[in-house]
């Protein structure tokens, strides 16, 4: 099967050093691929360029096997590529509705102008929200006045509804509770049956070998290996992070072929 | 080696055109905001009179700050003036600077506005015979009833000077009861919309019992005749001081009685004057037109040379337009046929 | 239902504006008693109505400024420049006589407070230089350039046609027609409450209270406009053209805010400029969007003071950005960034400036009423902390 997505010896530079080398992934549909690696290893790096909100030193992004430019977060939503940041990129001071439509606002025109759709955006955002978590029903309130599982719901309804194809979640259990936890988890099983194609971000191992298909870990701004979640334990990951070590279990594929590439 | 060339060349000039020129002096002047409209006029009065006595002319400007005009006149002394001209900005604070550049030996010239130090030769309209003028041509028309006070910017010691001048004159009026003042206020600034605004609000608490207005200067007229107009209080009597363009104008169509003129090439042409007598060595006491101004509670008493202001009304707006401050078109525009003598030839 | 309680649910922008409301009511009658009846006479009120609409004016401006987390200190500078440019085009360059002439120089003064605010709104969202410096520069700039280009110089008088924007004789809408206008408000105001209600966007307390303080309102203003006779005849002088061109832009400025995408993300970039910018919000044109449509406004407020003043001088607007600062901060705009009210900002105008005439009708000096202002001023936002940390 077409991988969904493919990322291809992406090179990013930052002041001369790389932030990101030769770096080569795939993602298929329905898939949950982990991205593990410390601070500095370029997982985000790797993940603003596949939002359109950094441009590449050079490297390629297919979608369904045709290259694609990526120069905005604009550009990045029109292909159905959506980030979900840590800090959920929320304004605080706009109710969910709002945040919801924030700079994709639908409008009709009168006089000449464009005016909010209210109408319309409430009932959609209503529905979206309602489909990520049933229970939500706080749409006047301000978002700085929700709580963090409520918060996240609006978030991940924004990046998931219309088109949406690939999602990336930076960090989603951080900060949250295990009740909350348990709910993200559900989220992502159903965006799963979407067949959304889904990158997962996070410092929390455990979190992302029950939450990943695949694992990918990342260092120095290099590929180190990729794991199947089923068959891989914390320890493996753990190696991989630390010393670079690719377990026994490792995958072949484009993280595997970048390691090749090195060992010539 | 050029340089030296030049200077030789200079010496010889000065040789040429007599010992005067050996004597050329650097004259600085500091003002205290430049940003009117009779500043210009006075710089280049003063520019054009150094430059005919052969002398040069350092400027700067402290836009209305104390501290900023201290670094200024430091500045100037730096630069090597022989003589300091000083439009204070505020009168008081500026003394410190004025007496370092006496402790340096140049002599200072308190400009347009009083300085009070016993060592500062003061030249200038008198703000005090300026208030005189208003008051007197408003008595002239209106001797008695409700005067309306709208003073100038209260940190400014010109405007209280203007006030004091004013109230020499109504004072004693005001005493024996023919002359009432029902309201007065300080304009921040002497901005004219302000003093529009003050304007208004005193005819709404005075209404129609305002019988002249004594205003200090002719940008806050401007103002007092927009108010008065939308209240339908035409031709009441009103002062003001400078000679603006508009005003004289105003004269011309009735809605203003007088402006204190203050030709300020006079003022300027008389200071470069001084300068050049300082710089010749000459005693300035010997001088015609000079006085001693005492300030008594100071116990100080000082070199001035105080200038009286032209009284202009209806009745001489020709001495304006023969100086050449305003042309008869300025004076005219807008004024109905018929209504002033001044714009029928 | 206890007014304690009734208070408690109010939303804490709409407690604000009800808050702001009722000091100008006390503030009113107090002075009214000070004053003897004076305060509340037809002849105040249209002088209140009038001096007070400039600053109004610029504060819409200027509450959008804050919200988007900027400042301009150039307002004044900016106002008088344009002001400048149309006395000497209008009294100097033109023909005096010509009936083209004073729309010309007003079109043109307006493009020219436009063409600064884009000027400066591109310094600031494109260069990436902090509004507070490039609004300092500007201060300096255009005063200086207003010097410049005037020497100095007061000009005076304007073509009468211009006249009609400052208000008095010329500039007054006249009886009947500000009942028609009053009424036409009205119906439009009532309407957008009631709209509000619907939508859940109001409270029902809210929607009362502030129904019905603005009805009076409005209703008192255009009945005292219309009781103040023009000189020597009995006929009103009716609402006064600077508060028509206040009401006009700061409804049409307030329903692009309330209704159309640009208000949000005027809101969004203050609150958090990155999240803003990772979503979608064009960030750096809304920001250049605001300075232009300050800008305007500026010009708009020139054409105002010099039609009143009918003369253009050179410190036309001197210190002007700071009370228009104070009024938008006294109408509830955070210095944080997305925080701000339009109608909070003319209601903070309408305060500072009732203060003002009310010290001077009792004969108050001016550097008493200063400092009073100033009091007001750091009372306002205490008040406001004090209920931002309550809630």
């Known amino acids: 099967m077409k991988p969904l997505l493919q990322i291809e010896s992406m090179t990013k530079l930052f002041?001369?050093?790389?932030?990101?080398?030769?770096?080569?992934?795939?993602?298929?549909?329905?898939?949950?691929?982990?991205?593990?690696?410390?601070?500095?290893?370029?997982?985000?790096?790797?993940?603003?360029?596949?939002?359109?909100?950094?441009r590449p030193d050079h490297g390629r992004i297919r979608i369904d096997g045709e290259t694609v430019t990526l120069d905005s977060p604009i550009r990045a939503h029109q292909l159905g590529i959506e980030m979900i940041f840590q800090d959920l990129a929320l304004l605080d001071n706009l109710n969910a509705t709002e945040n919801f439509f924030l700079g994709r606002e639908l409008t009709r025109s009168f006089l000449g102008f464009r005016w909010n759709d209210a109408q319309r955006m409430q009932t959609i955002a209503k529905e979206a929200i309602h489909n990520i978590n049933p229970h939500f029903h706080r749409f006047r309130t301000?978002?700085?006045?929700?709580?963090?599982?409520?918060?996240?719901?609006?978030?991940?309804?924004?990046?998931?509804?219309?088109?949406?194809?690939?999602?990336?979640?930076?960090?989603?259990?951080a900060a949250l509770g295990p009740e909350e936890t348990e709910m993200v988890r559900q989220l992502v099983l159903r965006l799963k049956k979407r067949a959304l194609g889904i990158f997962l971000i996070g410092h929390d191992l455990q979190d992302i070998l029950r939450l990943s298909d695949r694992i990918v870990a990342m260092r120095g701004g290099r590929v180190v290996g990729t794991v199947e979640a089923a068959r891989a334990s914390e320890d493996d990951l753990l190696g991989m992070i630390i010393s670079g070590k690719v377990p026994a279990a490792a995958l072949p594929g484009p993280g595997a072929v970048t390691l090749d590439q090195e060992k010539d | 080696?050029?340089?030296?060339?030049?200077?030789?060349?200079?010496?010889?000039?000065?040789?040429?055109?007599?010992?005067?020129?050996?004597?050329?002096?650097?004259?600085?002047?500091?003002?205290?905001?430049?940003?009117?409209?009779?500043?210009?006029?006075?710089?280049?009065?003063?520019?054009?009179?150094?430059?005919?006595?052969?002398?040069?002319?350092?400027?700067?400007?402290?836009?209305?700050?104390?501290?900023?005009?201290?670094?200024?006149?430091?500045?100037?002394?730096?630069?090597?003036?022989?003589?300091?001209?000083?439009?204070?900005?505020?009168?008081?604070?500026?003394?410190?600077?004025?007496?370092?550049?006496?402790?340096?030996?140049?002599?200072?010239?308190?400009?347009?506005?009083?300085?009070?130090?016993?060592?500062?030769?003061?030249?200038?309209?008198?703000?005090?015979?300026?208030?005189?003028?208003?008051?007197?041509?408003?008595?002239?028309?209106?001797?008695?009833?409700?005067?309306?006070?709208?003073?100038?910017?209260?940190?400014?010691?010109?405007?209280?000077?203007?006030?004091?001048?004013?109230?020499?004159?109504?004072?004693?009026?005001?005493?024996?009861?023919?002359?009432?003042?029902?309201?007065?206020?300080?304009?921040?600034?002497?901005?004219?919309?302000?003093?529009?605004?003050?304007?208004?609000?005193?005819?709404?608490?005075?209404?129609?019992?305002?019988?002249?207005?004594?205003?200090?200067?002719?940008?806050?007229?401007?103002?007092?005749?927009?108010?008065?107009?939308?209240?339908?209080?035409?031709g009441l009597p009103l002062s003001g001081q400078d000679g603006d363009v508009a005003a004289v104008n105003r004269i011309a169509r009735g809605s203003q009685t007088m402006t204190a003129w203050?030709?300020?090439?006079?003022?300027?042409?008389?200071?470069?004057?001084?300068?050049?007598?300082?710089?010749?060595?000459?005693?300035?006491?010997?001088?015609?037109?000079?006085?001693?101004?005492?300030?008594?509670?100071?116990?100080?008493?000082?070199?001035?040379?105080?200038?009286?202001?032209?009284?202009?009304?209806?009745?001489?707006?020709?001495?304006?337009?023969?100086?050449?401050?305003?042309?008869?078109?300025?004076?005219?525009?807008?004024?109905?046929?018929?209504?002033?003598?001044?714009?029928?030839? | 239902m206890s007014w304690h309680d009734v208070l408690r649910t109010l939303?804490?922008?709409?407690?604000?504006?009800?808050?702001?409301?009722?000091?100008?009511?006390?503030?009113?009658?107090?002075?009214?008693?000070?004053?003897?009846?004076?305060?509340?006479?037809?002849?105040?009120?249209?002088?209140?109505?009038?001096?007070?609409?400039?600053?109004?004016?610029?504060?819409?401006?200027?509450?959008?400024?804050?919200?988007?987390?900027?400042?301009?200190?150039?307002?004044?500078?900016?106002?008088?420049?344009?002001?400048?440019?149309?006395?000497?085009?209008?009294?100097?360059?033109?023909?005096?006589?010509?009936?083209?002439?004073?729309?010309?120089t007003l079109a043109i003064g307006l493009i020219a407070g436009t063409l600064i605010g884009l000027w400066q709104g591109f310094l600031v969202a494109y260069v990436g230089i902090p509004s507070f410096v490039v609004t300092l520069a500007g201060l300096l700039i255009f005063r200086g350039l207003t010097f410049e280009i005037s020497q100095?110089?007061?000009?005076?008088?304007?073509?009468?046609?211009?006249?009609?924007?400052?208000?008095?004789?010329?500039?007054?809408?006249?009886?009947?027609?500000?009942?028609?206008?009053?009424?036409?408000?009205?119906?439009?105001?009532?309407?957008?409450?009631?709209?509000?209600?619907?939508?859940?966007?109001?409270?029902?307390?809210?929607?009362?209270?502030?129904?019905?303080?603005?009805?009076?309102?409005?209703?008192?203003?255009?009945?005292?406009?219309?009781?103040?006779?023009?000189?020597?005849?009995?006929?009103?002088?009716?609402?006064?053209?600077?508060l028509l061109l206040l009401t006009l832009a700061a409804t049409w400025i307030g329903l692009f805010v309330n209704r159309a995408p640009v208000g949000r993300h005027v809101y969004a970039v203050g609150q958090n400029l990155e999240a803003a910018r990772l979503v979608g919000v064009p960030v750096r044109r809304v920001v250049l969007k605001v300075f232009a449509l300050m800008g305007l406004l500026c010009a708009v407020g020139a054409v105002i003071t010099t039609s009143r003043l009918n003369a253009g001088t050179t410190n036309l607007g001197t210190l002007l950005e700071l009370n228009v600062i104070a009024a938008a901060v006294i109408g509830g705009a955070s210095l944080d960034g997305g925080r701000g009210s339009i109608l909070g900002g003319i209601l903070g105008a309408f305060v500072i400036q009732s203060l003002d005439t009310g010290m001077v009708l009792i004969g108050v000096s001016s550097s008493l009423r200063q400092i009073l202002i100033g009091f007001v001023l750091i009372g306002a936002v205490w008040v406001d902390r004090i209920a931002v940390r309550r809630s």
């Open chain 1, 142 to 173: 301000e978002v700085g006045l929700l709580s963090g599982g409520q918060r996240q719901s609006v978030a991940i309804a924004r990046a998931v509804h219309l088109d949406t194809r690939v999602l990336i979640m930076d960090e989603p259990t």
């Open chain 3, 152 to 242: 100095g110089q007061t000009f005076s008088p304007f073509q009468a046609g211009y006249r009609i924007f400052g208000g008095g004789q010329q500039g007054s809408l006249g009886e009947a027609a500000s009942w028609i206008v009053g009424g036409v408000a009205l119906v439009v105001l009532l309407g957008a409450l009631a709209r509000r209600l619907r939508s859940g966007e109001a409270s029902l307390p809210f929607t009362l209270l502030g129904g019905l303080f603005a009805s009076a309102l409005t209703l008192f203003m255009i009945y005292q406009f219309n009781a103040y006779d023009r000189p020597r005849t009995d006929l009103g002088y009716g609402i006064p053209s600077p």
């Open chain 2, 1 to 234: 080696m050029k340089k030296k060339a030049k200077t030789l060349i200079l010496s010889a000039l000065a040789v040429a055109t007599g010992a005067q020129a050996l004597l050329a002096a650097t004259v600085g002047v500091s003002w205290a905001r430049f940003q009117e409209e009779r500043w210009v006029t006075d710089e280049k009065a003063l520019e054009e009179r150094l430059e005919e006595l052969g002398h040069r002319l350092l400027t700067a400007d402290a836009r209305g700050s104390s501290t900023r005009q201290a670094a200024d006149i430091e500045g100037l002394l730096a630069r090597g003036v022989d003589v300091l001209l000083v439009v204070g900005h505020d009168t008081q604070a500026v003394i410190p600077a004025v007496q370092r550049a006496l402790d340096d030996g140049v002599p200072v010239i308190a400009y347009e506005r009083q300085i009070k130090h016993p060592d500062v030769t003061y030249v200038g309209f008198d703000p005090v015979l300026v208030g005189r003028a208003q008051a007197r041509a408003l008595l002239e028309v209106q001797p008695d009833g409700n005067y309306v006070l709208i003073k100038g910017g209260q940190q400014d010691q010109y405007a209280h000077g203007t006030y004091q001048g004013q109230m020499d004159e109504i004072g004693p009026l005001v005493e024996d009861g023919t002359i009432d003042i029902i309201a007065e206020q300080w304009t921040t600034d002497w901005k004219p919309e302000v003093a529009q605004a003050n304007m208004e609000n005193i005819i709404t608490a005075q209404g129609d019992r305002i019988d002249a207005v004594l205003c200090s200067n002719d940008g806050m007229a401007s103002g007092v005749v927009a108010a008065m107009e939308q209240a339908g209080l035409v």
């Open chain 1, 15 to 54: 002041g001369g050093v790389h932030a990101l080398e030769e770096v080569s992934l795939d993602l298929h549909s329905g898939e949950v691929v982990g991205v593990i690696g410390h601070n500095g290893a370029g997982k985000s790096t790797l993940m603003k360029i596949v939002s359109g909100a950094l």
């Open chain 2, 262 to 345: 203050k030709d300020v090439r006079v003022l300027g042409r008389r200071a470069a004057d001084l300068a050049d007598a300082i710089a010749k060595g000459k005693d300035l006491a010997s001088l015609p037109g000079a006085t001693t101004f005492t300030d008594e509670e100071l116990g100080i008493e000082q070199l001035a040379f105080p200038l009286d202001p032209t009284t202009i009304t209806a009745n001489n707006l020709e001495l304006m337009i023969e100086a050449g401050w305003v042309t008869r078109e300025q004076v005219c525009r807008g004024v109905p046929p018929g209504t002033a003598e001044i714009c029928e030839s």
């Open chain 3, 11 to 104: 939303d804490p922008r709409h407690k604000r504006l009800l808050a702001l409301g009722a000091s100008l009511v006390v503030i009113w009658v107090v002075f009214d008693l000070l004053s003897g009846g004076l305060f509340f006479s037809p002849r105040n009120f249209y002088n209140l109505a009038v001096q007070s609409s400039t600053v109004a004016l610029l504060t819409v401006g200027m509450v959008l400024v804050i919200i988007t987390r900027n400042i301009d200190l150039s307002v004044g500078s900016v106002l008088g420049l344009t002001g400048m440019v149309i006395a000497i085009l209008q009294i100097e360059v033109f023909p005096a006589a010509a009936g083209w002439n004073w729309p010309l």
